[in-house]
């Protein structure tokens, strides 16, 4: 290994949960401080409990509402938009259209 380019290994730091539990394991930093852990968490304590870290599911949530109204966004524009060529296609018709039975024998 070359020196002065790894980080120093704590192969004692401390572990703290915010549920109170502390354990040691290896690590770059000496302390380190969880939000969770295999003492509280739902999946090892059986028990259904609502984990939300930093509002992530209300951020989800504000995320898919947001993608939902562009996507309504987007169709309305869609809709104008071919109603529009749909408008323009039958004045160009109505422009080439003869306006008289002259008209229409000099084109034929």
């Known amino acids: 290994m070359k020196k002065k380019v790894h980080p120093t290994y704590y192969p004692q730091a401390q572990v703290?949960?915010?549920?109170?539990?502390?354990?040691?394991?290896?690590?770059?930093?000496?302390?380190?401080?969880?939000?969770?852990?295999?003492?509280?968490?739902?999946?090892f304590t059986g028990e259904m409990k609502y984990v939300d870290t930093l509002g992530k599911v209300e951020k989800f949530q504000k995320k898919q509402a947001k993608a939902k109204k562009e996507i309504f966004v987007k169709k309305k524009i869609r809709r104008e938009t071919s109603e529009k060529i749909k408008r323009l296609e039958e004045e160009r018709k109505e422009r080439e259209r003869p306006k008289s039975l002259r008209e229409m024998l000099k084109k034929g």
Do not use: Q
């Open 16 to 43: 703290v949960c915010a549920c109170g539990n502390t354990f040691t394991t290896g690590s770059t930093k000496p302390k380190i401080e969880v939000e969770i852990c295999s003492a509280c968490h739902p999946f």
